[in-house]
């Protein structure tokens, strides 16, 4: 999907003056985020990169003889990148007294299996609850106050409305992040920090502590009203209709501003949670300025308001408010298990947030979606540490199960994926790269690229039309005039010129084949039966079409490289 005219976002320009305060060479080697043609990309040594990511559970890496046995199951599973929990209460026991013992374990292990890591800063929120904080900021309610809801009880959660309580995570975060400087500076292990998880006020719209009341009572902070005037033409519509519906005002309190909701609820506490991690991220980043985002666990069906899902967390109604309030912060994610997974990355991919997927269910067309449609940075399904967890049957049986973790689905597009990751990152920024994901609910999609239009379908089968193909993916680079390559499964693709001249597209020559080292090589002659569609010659001619297209079987993605010719 292309995004024009994009502005550099606040939190891409922090992250820059950052970097323009190290010597030239070290600050371009650093892990960052950069603009590059019409997309924005991970760049790690110098170079794009392509995070083809899986996130350990919660605890795995508490547990370093667990993850020993883990971590080379990940490297022969094609991941690049793992995504891994740090427990606050693991590395501060005590006030003042680190012990980063685990974080040294991970990066031994992720060095000795050549990945990289994403360290997950559980801190004073792992989905929306402050359990990961040291017992003795937890036993300490006084000290660290805890958010209360309707009715005046406190809750497991840390309020955002405490210095003390933002101050206490800044430092052991700041100390995370210098170790890291020093531990890693000069080898980048680590790529990208998550700040807290899944963040949010659960059981109620928002903190009604007195200190959280007093701010509510209170003007919407100038800031804020500045951002929203600033930026009127680019906001979340949703967002917009609750300020106009209040009369559009420039100034006011939170329900004179935003209307008397509890979505209004939800703005307030999103603000205060941007501000408060945006000061935990800064203090981070003034130790070592890796890049950093946030993930969101998203509205789900059934949700009846902000409460059930966590109130302020960074959902699409408040992500202005998000950029707004937390320029630290590079980017929010989506954590995505809904399987309308193409709504949630349109969702999220904006102007000035690139899109990475840090949680999922791991279908190997939602990786190729997101690099291909949305010229994401990155893909992760959760549990990657599971034995077995992307291993389940197809519904209905089907092919039995792969015992070897690199034959799993998974695995074998992110094979594929690590081959072409740099034809993808050179296509991301000339905008000549898009994909799709089909099922029987949208079994066809339409594709404009390279002077073509790409008639995409789900594979179909000529002799016996139930054996067709119930979902799939692709992926398609347009590669120069008349030339595409597309990799995939489950598919079959026709080409309709959309440039003037003769109207039918044939196929000139088809190859089956592979990456090596950035070098195409060619295994098979495509041409017969691997790309005849159908014999009904007369009515494809009739549709301005040859009869003839790209076809992509079941099971693991294939490459194929096709050069077109034109007819009438
Ligand atoms: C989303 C959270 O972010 C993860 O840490 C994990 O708890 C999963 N949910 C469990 O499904």
Not at 376 to 396: E, H, L, M, N, Q
Not at 520 to 544: F, I, P
């Amino acid at each position: 999907m292309r995004i024009h005219a994009i502005r550099p976002s606040l939190a891409l320009g922090a992250l820059a003056l950052l970097v323009a305060a190290l010597p030239a060479s070290a600050a371009n080697l650093l892990p960052h985020l950069e603009e590059r043609g019409q997309a924005t990309q991970l760049m790690v040594d110098g170079r794009p990169y392509l995070m083809l990511a899986g996130e350990a559970t919660n605890t795995a890496a508490s547990d370093p003889t667990f993850m020993e046995r883990v971590w080379p199951r990940l490297a022969r599973m094609h991941l690049n990148t793992v995504l891994v929990g740090l427990g606050w209460d693991w590395i501060e026991p005590t006030p003042g007294h680190f012990d980063f013992s685990l974080v040294d374990d991970a990066l031994a292990g992720a060095r000795k299996n050549h990945l990289h890591v994403v360290f997950l800063w559980f801190g004073s929120w792992k989905n929306g609850l402050s359990s990961f904080a040291p017992a003795w900021v937890k036993a300490d309610e006084a000290r660290y106050p805890r958010v209360r809801i309707k009715g005046g009880k406190a809750i497991e959660v840390l309020s955002t409305f405490s210095d003390a309580n933002r101050d206490a995570d800044a430092r052991a975060y700041g100390a995370l992040m210098r170790h890291l400087k020093e531990v890693d500076g000069s080898q980048h292990t680590v790529i990208m920090m998550q700040m807290e998880n899944e963040v949010g006020v659960l059981g109620d719209s928002r903190d009604r502590s007195p200190a959280a009341d007093a701010a509510f009572a209170g003007d919407v902070p100038a800031a804020l009203m500045n951002y929203l005037e600033q930026h009127q033409d680019r906001l979340e519509p949703a967002l917009v209709k609750l300020w106009q519906g209040a009369g559009e005002k420039s100034s006011g309190t939170w329900q004179q501003v935003f209307g008397s909701t509890p979505a209004t609820d939800e703005i307030f506490m999103a603000w205060h949670y941007a501000r408060y991690m945006n000061h935990v991220a800064a203090a981070g980043k003034a130790e070592y300025p890796l890049p950093v985002y946030t993930n969101t666990w998203i509205v789900q069906p059934g949700d009846n308001g902000p409460g059930d899902f966590p109130s302020g967390g960074p959902e699409p109604l408040v992500l202005d408010v998000w950029k707004a309030g937390a320029p630290s912060i590079n980017l929010n994610a989506p954590d995505i298990y809904l399987p309308d997974f193409a709504t949630w990355c349109a969702r999220f991919h904006r102007y000035n947030n690139p899109l990475f997927v840090p949680e999922s269910r791991g279908n190997p067309g939602d990786a190729y979606f997101v690099f291909g449609h949305h010229d994401g940075i990155g893909y992760s399904p959760f549990a990657i540490d599971v034995a077995g967890r992307f291993a389940r049957p197809r519904p209905g049986g089907g092919a039995p199960v792969p015992t070897k973790p690199e034959d799993l689905p998974l695995p074998r597009a992110y094979a594929v994926l690590g081959r072409l990751a740099p034809v993808i990152l050179q296509h991301q920024t000339t905008g000549t790269i898009d994909a799709v994901l089909l099922d029987k609910q949208h079994p066809t999609d339409h594709v404009k690229l390279g002077g073509y239009i790409l008639n995409v379908g789900l594979r179909t089968n000529r002799r016996m039309p139930s054996l067709g193909a119930s979902s799939g993916y692709g992926l398609f680079i347009a590669m120069g005039p008349d030339q595409f390559l597309v990799s995939g499964s489950d598919i079959q693709v026709t080409f309709t010129p959309n440039t003037p001249g003769p109207a039918i597209a044939g196929l000139a020559r088809v190859e089956k084949g592979t990456y090596i080292d950035g070098r195409w090589k060619t295994e098979r002659r495509m041409n017969g039966d691997d790309v005849l569609l159908d014999y009904k010659l007369a009515q494809a001619a009739a549709e301005n079409q040859s009869g003839s297209g790209l076809r992509f079987g079941p099971g693991a993605p294939t490459i194929q490289r096709v050069w077109l010719y034109r007819y009438d």
